[in-house]
Each structure stands twice: as C-alpha cells, then as structure tokens.
C-alpha cells in the first residue's frame, strides 16, 4: 500500500500570511493526489483535484503543485476562514490513502 | 443541490452488528461510483470502501475486509454499510462521499455530515 505523509503535522500562521503545506507519497503516485479541508465537527472539503485542478467554487488563493512523489498546498494569502486541518489523499491505487493530516492554527 | 445524508449510528457493543444507510439527492445517483471513509476520534481520515455504480465492483480497506458489506439501491438512491463483528477500532464518524472518477482514478468531491458509531460494551 501507497503511505502518504504530510508536513507539518501543525503549523501557527497569521491572516494574510503564505503558507505551504507539504505531502510525500511512499512511491510515485503521478499526478493523482487530492488535498481536502476540515474544519472542527464538519466533513472534508475538496479543495485541489489531480494535483493542481481548483474544485469549483474553492478561492483561488488556494493552488497545489507537484507530481511524482512530491506535492505542495499553498495558500497565497490566509484569511480567517481558513484555518482548519489540511489532508492529502492519494488516489493512484486502492486502497485511496490520506495523509495523517495539518492543522494549522491562528498565530 | 447534491445532499448525502448518513443514518443508522449510534452505540453497540463489540461483536454486535449496524447498518449505515446514506441516503443521496441533487444529483443522478445511480452514474455514481460511491465511497465510506471514516474518521475515528481525534484522528484522520481512513478510507474504507467502494462501490462501482452499478455494484458490480467493490473494494475494502483490508481493516474491515469480512466483516462489512457495502451495497446501494439505485432505485432508492441510497448507500448502505452492513458493519458485523465491529470491534472497539471500528468506532469513528462514518462519512458516505461521492467518488469522481478519471483514468480509473479519483477523488471524493461530495460528503455526507458523517454518522457516529461507538462500539463499546
């Protein structure tokens, strides 16, 4: 089975600042690496699909990068709303794994 | 709109059986391939099984393989999870997602508010 890993596992940041978060996969997953947001209580969210595809209606301060082994979610500039815990998921083989997830907190 | 709405959680004791029903609209549920993930507490994201839009295919997270079911009624756009023999690791929310699929790979781009199973004596 394909590990996914993320990095930080948490991370302080401040409204308005640039924030990468990365995510690295066992072995080569191409392009096939899915990031989704949650907040407390709540479902995922999709955010970023096939690596760098926006899901419709996600801010496009949202972007994703990467393939192969290595992939990044960066948030250009974070706004209130968006602090919550990050997951990558991996979808080039079943069983579909996530990574153990970022939460990133207001500084 | 597309709404999925999880049912059938609640608390049962180890070795004992549920069955989550999801229940689907908004959108044209029998062209779509649907999943579980479940979430224990406090914990991330574990997917735990597929199901191909026509049922005809199916996969399991190796954790619940022989122990849980997954079915669909196209005909009631609903999901289900038959879940026997559940083991105190088994509890977690149970979210039903919707599956979006291309080169026979995919991701879940619709979820359900999760249902909450608890198995403890």
């Known amino acids: 089975d394909i590990q996914m890993t993320q990095s930080p596992s948490s991370l302080s940041a401040s409204v308005g600042d640039r924030v990468t978060i990365t995510c690295r996969a066992s072995?080569?997953?191409?392009?096939?690496l899915n990031w989704y947001q949650q907040k407390p209580g709540k479902a995922p969210k999709l955010l970023i699909y096939?690596?760098?595809s926006l899901q419709s209606g996600v801010p496009s301060r949202f972007s994703g990068s990467g393939s192969g082994t290595d992939f990044t979610l960066t948030i250009s500039s974070l706004q209130p709303e968006d602090f919550a815990t990050y997951y990558c998921?991996?979808?080039?083989?079943?069983?579909?794994?996530f990574g153990q997830g970022t939460k990133l907190e207001i500084k | 709109e597309v709404q999925l709405v999880e049912s059938g959680g609640g608390l049962v004791q180890p070795g004992g059986s549920l069955r989550l029903s999801c229940a689907a609209s908004?959108?044209?549920?029998?062209?779509?391939?649907m999943n579980w993930v479940r979430q224990a507490p406090g914990k991330g994201l574990e997917w735990v099984s597929y199901?191909?839009?026509?049922?005809?295919?199916?996969y399991y997270a190796d954790s619940v393989k022989g122990r849980f079911t997954i079915s669909r009624d196209n005909a009631k756009n609903s999901l289900y999870l038959q879940m026997n023999s559940l083991r105190a690791e088994d509890t977690a929310v149970y979210y039903c997602?919707?599956?979006?699929?291309?080169?026979?790979?995919?991701?879940?781009?619709?979820w359900g508010q999760g249902t909450l199973v608890t198995v403890s004596s």
């Open positions: 997602a919707r599956g979006r699929y291309y080169d026979s790979r995919g991701y879940f781009d619709y």
């Open positions: 908004g959108f044209t549920f029998s062209s779509y391939e």
């Open positions: 072995q080569s997953i191409s392009s096939y």
């Open positions: 199901i191909s839009s026509s049922g005809s295919t199916i």
């Open positions: 998921q991996q979808s080039y083989s079943t069983p579909p794994a």
């Open positions: 096939a690596a760098s």
